[in-house]
């Protein structure tokens, strides 16, 4: 990275006082849930260029929404906005179940269909994609509504270069059947979607409306997008220090701190925004579950939860050096929302998956390791820049704010460097890497203006956040799977199986009949004479794969929802087979990113 032999050695060991208020931070633990980026199987995007769905540049078509975003960040409104939803001249609906075209194809060969192209893969999947554009654009993203796709669906976002982000059903919003798609930069978006063999030939089985495209912008220093322009960023805004020019004279742990910082950004209505965070450690040591800490006025809700994108180690080489390209570096998307409250302004969450070479920030939630005059130490991503340095003091004379009073929140004055917009969420840190809280944002005379020191800055604080991060952050919050008759308990009980079925006649709970190993086991459904389906949960915890897979084989046409339930994450998985259908094998490899 830079400057210092610190580094990933640092390695903290982890240890717990006081009923496990402290925690310290760590570094070198292993990535978790880490995903392969396989490259789609047939690119049939690449081959949608003539037909290609085209906008024009939004200084052209979308002038208000331009300003409107330019208005709100000039207000210091929070989130930082840095983009918005943009229609598509007409929607998509795209229908790959008994609604595709006769696909009698031979594989590999492409046929139109609803704006792009259908092929059939060498196993029997029935692959779409389409091509997107959009003039000017700095970096796109694609939205599906009305989503039904079955297990197993495979999804690829690329671009005209070397970006390019597999992802799958885990960033569906379940409610409202909506996703968002990862980002891809530039002004050419292709998607490609692959559902598996035998999907097609029931109704709903394979099919979604695509109808908008959002659209990302850089900003400029007053908080204004920029469209159809690249300059090279600055690094001189006023107050903002470069974290790269920050040495551990300064903080003695920058190195591994910046490893736990990321970019957030999200969909917030049909906005996207811009914050930041921090991964958080947990009591259990060399664990690395991505506990993630921003503030609750960013993300709020498990559909926002869905949309995030958090971008890695977005950071120049060396102090004072040109940025990264977004494109080039790693990232996160999507995760599950374990608690959050506007009382102390925190949300805390559980990433789908992180890239190696993370750092985990400790924690202090006892409230008198912020006295008057502490000195606290910040890395954010004011206006979605790169990392940025500031240092404050706390202040427990400092009015109060309507709104953010103690003891919810910690007031402080600033010493060195600033924030803005785009730095909400960021963690603030105690010397040693212990977090005691995340930032709401500034108040006092001018809080509009980042860098006047007239300002105080407020965190949301976290020895009152504790109390509701405190179930997952010492892994007292879960109840394990308890065997009986209708629930099979895998994997040292953390893993429930249960089902439900039901007939023309009458319904009922599937039967155990046997467990066979810690990983599978047999239920039936009328008899135990007649076994009905074979259930396993294997653990795929290992690269490349990285997940729990779920697999099951039932012999029956009788409706049916098999439940699946991580009871250490608290994340459920549910499938179904309607009455009549003979049941299809299940061989879900993408089950549970919730790995170790």
């Known amino acids: 990275m830079k400057k210092t032999a610190l580094g990933l050695a640092f390695g903290l060991a982890m240890s717990s006082v006081a009923a496990a208020q402290l925690v310290e931070m760590e570094g070198s633990l292993p990535a978790a849930g880490e995903r392969q980026v396989a490259q789609p199987m047939l690119r049939l995007a690449d081959r949608a260029t003539a037909s290609a769905i085209a906008l024009a540049s939004a200084i052209e078509a979308a002038p208000d929404e331009l300003e409107a975003i330019a208005d709100w960040n000039r207000a210091r409104r929070e989130p930082a906005r840095i983009g918005f939803a943009r229609p598509l001249l007409e929607a998509l609906q795209v229908d790959l179940g008994a609604g595709a075209p006769d696909p009698a194809l031979r594989s590999g060969e492409a046929v139109a269909h609803a704006g792009g192209l259908l092929a059939r893969g060498a196993a029997g999947e029935l692959v779409w994609g389409a091509r997107f554009e959009v003039a000017d654009a700095y970096r796109l993203r694609l939205h599906l509504t009305e989503v039904e796709l079955p297990e197993g669906t495979q999804m690829w976002v690329y671009g005209g270069g070397n970006e390019l982000v597999a992802f799958g059903l885990e960033l569906l919003s379940e409610e409202e059947r909506s996703l968002w798609t990862p980002s891809i930069g530039g002004g050419v978006i292709h998607l490609e979607v692959q559902v598996p063999a035998g999907s097609e030939g029931a109704d709903n089985a394979g099919s979604f409306v695509l109808a908008d495209v959002a659209e990302i912008f850089q900003l400029d220093p007053a908080g204004r997008p920029l469209v159809g322009v690249s300059p090279a960023p600055s690094h001189d805004l006023s107050c903002l220090v470069d974290a790269q020019c920050i040495t551990p004279a300064t903080f003695d742990v920058i190195d591994l701190v910046q490893q736990a910082i990321a970019r957030l950004q999200f969909m917030v209505g049909s906005s996207v925004a811009v914050c930041s965070g921090g991964l958080l450690n947990d009591t259990v040591p060399a664990t690395a579950i991505p506990f993630f800490q921003t503030a609750n006025h960013c993300i709020s809700t498990q559909s926002v939860t869905n949309t995030l994108e958090a971008f890695w180690d977005y950071y120049a080489p060396s102090c004072g050096a040109p940025w990264p390209n977004l494109g080039s570096l790693p990232r996160s998307n999507g995760g599950m929302l374990l608690a959050t409250g506007e009382s102390s302004d925190f949300?805390?969450?559980r990433l789908h998956s992180i890239p190696p070479n993370r750092a985990f920030l400790g924690w202090n939630a006892d409230p008198a390791a912020v006295p008057h005059g502490t000195v606290l130490?910040?890395?954010?991503?004011?206006?979605?820049?790169a990392q940025a340095y500031s240092r404050t003091l706390v202040n427990v004379n400092a009015p109060v704010c309507s709104g953010v009073s103690r003891p919810g929140f910690l007031y402080q004055?600033?010493?060195?460097g600033g924030t803005q917009v785009g730095s909400s969420g960021s963690p603030v840190i105690l010397p040693g890497g212990f977090m005691v809280g995340q930032l709401a944002g500034l108040c006092g005379p001018e809080p509009s203006e980042g860098c006047n020191p007239a300002n105080r800055t407020v965190d949301g604080a976290f020895s009152e956040s504790f109390s509701g991060e405190v179930p997952f952050l010492t892994g007292t919050g879960f109840t394990p799977c308890v065997p009986s008759p209708t629930s099979l308990c895998l994997h040292n009980n953390r893993f429930r199986v249960e089902v439900d079925w039901e007939t023309a006649s009458g319904e009922g709970d599937g039967v155990v009949l046997t467990k066979l190993s810690d990983a599978s086991g047999v239920?039936?459904?009328?008899?135990?004479?007649?076994?009905?389906?074979l259930v396993k949960v294997l653990?795929?915890?290992?690269?490349?794969?990285?997940?729990?897979?779920?697999?099951?084989?039932?012999?029956?046409?009788?409706?049916?929802?098999v439940t699946v339930t991580d009871t250490q994450a608290d994340v459920t998985k549910n499938y179904f087979n309607p009455l009549?259908?003979?049941?299809?094998p299940i061989q879900d490899t993408q089950a549970f990113a919730t790995c170790p």
Not at 543 to 556: E, G
């Open 580 to 584: 009549g259908r003979a049941a299809l």
């Open 377 to 385: 130490h910040r890395v954010s991503h004011p206006l979605g820049f």
């Open 523 to 533: 239920f039936y459904f009328f008899n135990p004479s007649n076994a009905e389906m």
């Open 347 to 349: 949300s805390l969450l």
């Open 539 to 561: 653990n795929a915890c290992v690269p490349p794969f990285n997940r729990y897979w779920v697999f099951f084989a039932a012999t029956t046409n009788v409706e049916f929802t």
């Open 413 to 416: 004055t600033s010493d060195l």
